[in-house]
């Protein structure tokens, strides 16, 4: 049973706007959630980690929040990039140890156009 | 800056064939995993190591063994490649787990006709 649901399963921008990608999940405990951004067949590179119930992070034109209450998450990406188009994943980490484990979201297919 | 690299790149191998995949990281990082990704899904756990000679099984194991020889280098191993067996393959590594970050090799695209 999937754990991590992310959507949409995938969006297209015009560069310059701005962009909501969501994750919902069931793992439970919920230690931590991680977003992380792939570039076509290349490996994950992580964006921002949310840790404590109402989290927000910030990262240059990424931003994320976290409400553990409602186990949901949102990436919002400002003023896209061509280079943004990529998949970008949801992670949630059910301990803060390195006995737990990370339960992967399928991501979602972001692709700007010019 | 974390590194983890992989080889082969690529690999394609028949049924029934011997593959090993190679993940070398230089973090000086304890914990190693090797993953798989297709389409649809999210990365799925296969094998995973707390450090040199130690192996731990994860959630999709079956038709694979791995080994950690050192710190460094952790090997997944298919003896008999079967057709399903074709994804794209991950190698991890992480000092502290946790909410401590995984550091990603490039990947290995196998295929397994």
């Known amino acids: 049973k999937t754990q991590v649901e992310q959507s949409p399963q995938s969006l297209v921008v015009r560069q310059g706007e701005n962009c909501v990608l969501q994750c919902n999940y069931s793992v439970t405990p919920d230690n931590h959630l991680r977003w992380f951004k792939q570039d076509t067949g290349k490996g994950l590179v992580s964006l921002t980690v949310?840790?404590?119930?109402?989290d927000k992070t910030s990262n240059g034109r990424y931003s994320a929040t976290l409400d553990k209450d409602a186990k949901h998450s949102t990436l919002h990406i400002t003023a896209t990039l061509l280079d943004d188009t990529a998949t970008y994943i949801c992670?949630?980490?059910?301990?803060?140890?390195?006995?737990?484990?990370?339960?992967f979201g399928a991501g979602t297919q972001l692709i700007v156009i010019p | 800056e974390a590194a983890v690299t992989q080889s082969p790149r690529n690999k394609v191998t028949v049924t029934g064939g011997n593959v090993t995949l190679s993940c070398r990281q230089t973090n000086s990082h304890n914990y190693m995993y090797w993953y798989r990704q297709d389409t649809g899904h999210g990365l799925r756990l296969i094998h995973y190591?707390?450090?040199?000679?130690?192996?731990q099984i994860g959630d999709v194991p079956d038709g694979y063994k791995a080994t950690r020889t050192t710190q460094e280098d952790f090997f997944l191993l298919l003896e008999l490649a079967s057709p399903s067996q074709t994804s794209l393959y991950f190698c991890?590594?992480?000092?502290?787990?946790?909410?401590?970050?995984?550091?990603f090799g490039p990947g290995t695209r196998l295929t397994v006709l």
């Open positions: 992670v949630v980490g059910d301990r803060g140890s390195a006995l737990g484990r990370l339960h």
């Open positions: 949310l840790v404590h119930e109402n």
């Open positions: 190591s707390y450090g040199a000679g130690n192996l």
């Open positions: 991890a590594s992480t000092g502290t787990g946790g909410a401590g970050e995984q550091y």
